[in-house]
Nanobody, 121 residues
Framework: QVQLVESGGGLVQAGGSLRLSCAASGSIRDINAMGWYRQAPGKQRELVATLGSGGSTNYGDSVKGRFTVSRGNAKNTVYLQMNSLKPEDTAVYYC???????????????WGQGTQVTVSS
């Protein structure tokens, strides 16, 4: 199995910054992509940012220019630097990974348990 563990959420005032971290562990042969999604109350889960194994990035429109996704020195870690936070960024943020386990040939999507980010006005 593959486990994703997030950290770094919390309460911040509008205009402030937070950094989320996520570490993947388990029987991982390859990680094709890692990143972040979020879900606000009453809304669907939406893309925040993803980072492919080759370095390509994809950002949700609402966070472009404010958030930055990056990988750690260990290929199984991903970070999300969030700047200029707005109240509408309040949500549960989920770490995401598309990975192949040892003994498998098919990639699978994995999710963390989520970390709450609350931005006060």
């Amino acid at each position: 199995q593959v486990q994703l563990v997030e950290s770094g959420g919390g309460l911040v005032q509008a205009g402030g910054s937070l950094r989320l971290s996520c570490a993947a562990s388990g029987s991982i042969r390859d990680i094709n992509a890692m990143g972040w999604y979020r879900q606000a109350p009453g809304k669907q889960r939406e893309l925040v940012a993803t980072l492919g194994s080759g370095g390509s990035t994809n950002y949700g429109d609402s966070v472009k220019g404010r958030f930055t996704v990056s990988r750690g020195n260990a290929k199984n870690t991903v970070y999300l630097q969030m700047n200029s936070l707005k109240p509408e960024d309040t949500a549960v943020y989920y770490c995401y990974a598309n990975a192949v386990q040892y003994g498998s040939v098919w990639p699978t999507d994995y999710w963390g348990q989520g970390t709450q980010v609350t931005v006060s006005s």
